[in-house]
T-cell receptor
Framework: DAKTTQPPSMDCAEGRAANLPCNHS???????VYWYRQIHSQGPQYIIHGLKNNETNEMASLIITEDRKSSTLILPHATLRDTAVYYCIVRVDDYKLSFGAGTTVTVRA | SAVISQKPSRDICQRGTSLTIQCQVDSQVTMMFWYRQQPGQSLTLIATANQGSEATYESGFVIDKFPISRPNLTFSTLTVSNMSPEDSSIYLC??????????FGPGTRLLVL
């Protein structure tokens, strides 16, 4: 499985966009990029996923570079409730999700 | 998205005993998964449970310690057997729902004394 690299932590201001980077330089052509988040002690929450194209839903946008070696999750208007650990995961066809340490995002008022 | 419930939500158990955790989903799903999250750690996959077949365990996890049942397309159980304090964790089930999307239950918080 391709491994991902994320910064261990980041702060962002409430109401501003939060841009969360992820490196996955060994990703293969059939591997998807997934983002989940885990708010303290709750089950992980699915955010978004993509293969090649940029994706947007009601929660976030996912920007994948053309070479697919990195991606950015964008929370357009961060709120205090977005404080969580965010996981970037590369998934192969076997459906398994391999969670790394993630990025602890703290949204400050 | 699928709605997933787990029972119990939390428990405190004595070492040497066993606990069975239930996972119920509101729609039929083929693939279900069990994860463990030890204190301060990320999630680790224990096993994949598909209906009609034996569960497939990840390296470091064995059926004798974590027996799994999958009697139908909406339900699964994970048993933590002969517990020790090292088994204190959050146990989570997840389901592959719709195409390419996996959803998680709220978790079961287990403390072993």
């Amino acid at each position: 499985d391709a491994k991902t690299t994320q910064p261990p932590s980041m702060d962002c201001a409430e109401g501003r966009a939060a841009n969360l980077p992820c490196n996955h330089s060994t990703i293969s052509g059939n591997e998807y990029v997934y983002w989940y988040r885990q708010i303290h002690s709750q089950g992980p929450q699915y955010i978004i996923h993509g293969l090649k194209n940029n994706e947007t839903n009601e929660m976030a946008s996912l920007i994948i570079t053309e070479d697919r070696k990195s991606s950015t999750l964008i929370l357009p208007h961060a709120t205090l409730r977005d404080t969580a650990v965010y996981y970037c995961i590369v998934r192969v066809d076997d459906y398994k999700l391999s969670f790394g340490a993630g990025t602890t995002v703290t949204v400050r008022a | 998205s699928a709605v997933i419930s787990q029972k119990p939500s939390r428990d405190i158990c004595q070492r040497g005993t066993s606990l069975t955790i239930q996972c119920q989903v509101d729609s039929q799903v083929t693939m279900m998964f069990w994860y463990r999250q030890q204190p301060g750690q990320s999630l680790t996959l224990i096993a994949t449970a598909n209906q009609g077949s034996e569960a497939t365990y990840e390296s470091g996890f064995v059926i004798d310690k974590f027996p799994i049942s999958r009697p139908n397309l909406t339900f699964s159980t994970l048993t933590v057997s002969n517990m020790s304090p090292e088994d204190s964790s959050i146990y989570l089930c997840s389901v592959e729902h719709l195409v390419e999307t996996q959803y998680f239950g709220p978790g079961t918080r287990l403390l072993v004394l």
